[in-house]
């Protein structure tokens, strides 16, 4: 019986040991899987914070975080990584410097935040806290590279990729892109050469400098050396679109078509693997601008025909390169093809048909823009101003201050135009006032002040804007004076202003050279008009114009010089224009050269057969000579042609006095 009892109690010692060891095994199992519940619920809290922040909600994203009652360090760096992406430094330091703990990734992030500002505080701040990390990976140093980089100081970007413990791939980018974006080329070479390995990255970043810098062959080469060693990440198509588009600024279109075909060989060969790098639809559009800037347009379409995918700059371009040579029928094909014209659509068409004088169409599709902007308003004013409607271009700019848009420089630029259209100096002068007030003036607005102030007879006030121009003077500055001074009589403050203008190194244009040679015409400077028209080709280059031979004729006429000016027409290599032939026509009756009067009428009848100015003048002139059977038969012409006097003009009787 004692025997069973011990046995017993032995049995039961065993069971209960049992059991207890049964009951802390479902206990921690119980606490494992809480644990494991709660790891769950926080990872799928974290990624619903995560989401939140994505969509740029950060009030939301906060408010959550605030409610979160377990959080770790991915809650507090997406939360942190939401307010740097927001430039929002100081809310993002604060909850740094809340942590409980960080890792690797908290201080990158703070760094990032820091580094991606500009200004000397907040890069101390960065490397304040670079210097505070217990410990660091790539992105630490990467991060300080850059943002010393991006502060425009380089030496201290130097001495930190120098004394790096280790360096990868993007260390090197960092160092090649900083130099390039600090212009010193020079380095960016240096480094590009020293690299042990090159990726993608490294060749498109370097190919941008290079192209940037007009070292469009250089660039091809290291294209040729590089773009084929087996690198198969798709984005080395970046560098050849570069590129392309670099050939097509320096016209070089061959070469760009040259590059745009060899892209999937080049990239395809050496890895067998087809699809792993080809062109994308950035390569389609850079080659297709290519040719619209050539203004090869059958091209360019061919071209954008053959896309299999296009997005809205594919279609922008082609309306453009249509717009750009007047074929408004074309570039109105397009636009009805259009999936979803944007407002770069939509103003492209409103300038084209502003540009071939058919405004009611310009205005039909400003008022049917789903929404204008800024450059709308800015191309329907220009479009009026182009086509001389100037009470409708003032009425425009009144509408668009009235609807709140600000005008900027273009608008303001376009309405001095107008004013000078006008010949309003009181509303110029209004204008002048609203810009000193909303906008810095450059180049062109100040460009546009002198030739209101100069149209309008204000040659002072012109003369006083030039002067005051602190900015290298281009041409366009220097011919708006000289015009100007040109056409107010100031024939000899035009030609002394041109003469310095050649001191200052200034190279003429075409247009230089109307107002030059309109100021010898106005000054009775017959020799130096020809002096100047002579320099205008042997010297510069200039090949001239009906403009410039109008000129010269009018000069040579006004001096008598009839045949020396019948010889310079019959030189000239293209047919002259009524300009021409009506100063010589001019000239003749006032030296009373009939026979070159009757070759000029002639000429002038044939190019404004309904105009009755030539008919009228040659009548005049037979009339003072006395060859009153001339002149009857000049008027019977104009009956028998239906031609009718027009007013300003009249008949001069020499019998009746």
Known sequence: MGRLNVAALAFRSMALRRCI??????????????????????????????????????????SMFDKMQQRNTVTWNS??????????????????????????????????????????????EAKNLFD????????????????????????????????????????????????????????????FERMPERDSTSVSAFVSGLVQNGQLDEAAR?????????????????????????????????????????????????????????????????????YVKAGDIFSARELFDQMN??????????????????????????????PKPDNMSWNSMISGFAQVGRLELACDYFERMPQKNLVSWNSIIAGYEKNKDYKGAIKLFIQMQAEGEKPDRH??????SVCAGLVDLHLGMQIHQLVSKTVIPDVPIKNSLITMYSRCGAIIESRIIFDEMKSPKVVVTWNAMIGGYASHGFAMEALELFELMKRNKVQPTYITFISVLSACTHAGLVDEGRAYFKDMVSEYGIEPRVEHYASLVDNLGRHGKLEEAMDLIKSMPFDPDKAVWGALLGACRVHNNVELAQVAAEALMRL??????????????????????????????????????????????????
């Open 21 to 62: 060891f049964s009951t802390f095994r479902s206990a921690s199992t119980l606490k494992s899987k809480a644990a494991s519940s709660k790891a769950t619920d926080l990872y799928t809290l974290n990624k619903k914070l995560s989401d939140i922040l994505r969509t740029g909600k950060l009030n939301e994203a906060k």
């Open 79 to 124: 939360m942190i990584n939401g307010y740097v992406k927001r430039r929002e430094i100081t809310k993002a330091r604060k909850l740094f410097d809340e942590m409980p703990e960080r890792d690797i990734v908290s201080w990158n992030l703070m760094i990032s935040g820091y580094a991606s500002c500009l200004g000397y505080k907040f890069l101390e």
């Open 132 to 191: 505070q990390m217990p410990r660091r990976d790539f992105v630490s140093w990467n991060t300080m590279i850059s943002g010393y980089a991006k502060n425009g100081r380089m030496d201290e970007a130097v001495r930190l990729f120098e004394s790096m413990p280790e360096r990868n791939v993007v260390s090197w980018n960092a160092m090649i892109t900083g130099f390039l974006h600090n212009g010193d080329m020079l380095s960016a070479t240096e480094y």
């Open 222 to 290: 290291v294209l040729t050396e590089y773009g084929s060693r087996g690198n198969r990440r798709k984005d080395l198509v970046q560098a050849y679109n570069t590129l392309i588009a670099g050939y097509g600024q320096e016209g070089r279109v061959d070469d760009a078509r040259r590059l745009f075909d060899q892209i999937p060989f080049n990239c395809n060969h050496r890895d067998g693997r087809n699809g792993e790098f080809e062109k994308n639809v950035v390569s389609w559009n850079s080659m297709i601008m290519c």
């Open 309 to 338: 995918e296009r997005d809205i700059i594919s279609w922008n371009t082609m309306i453009n390169g249509y717009v750009q040579i007047s074929d408004m029928e074309e570039a109105l094909n397009l636009f009805n093809m259009m």
């Open 411 to 416: 608008t303001l630029s376009a309405v001095l």
């Open 608 to 657: 404004e057969p309904e105009s009755s100015a030539p008919y009228v003048l040659l009548y005049n002139m037979y009339a003072d000579v006395g060859l009153w059977d001339a002149a009857v038969e000049v008027r019977e012409m104009m009956e028998r042609n239906n031609i009718r006097k027009q007013a300003a003009y009249s008949w001069i009787d020499s019998s009746h006095y």
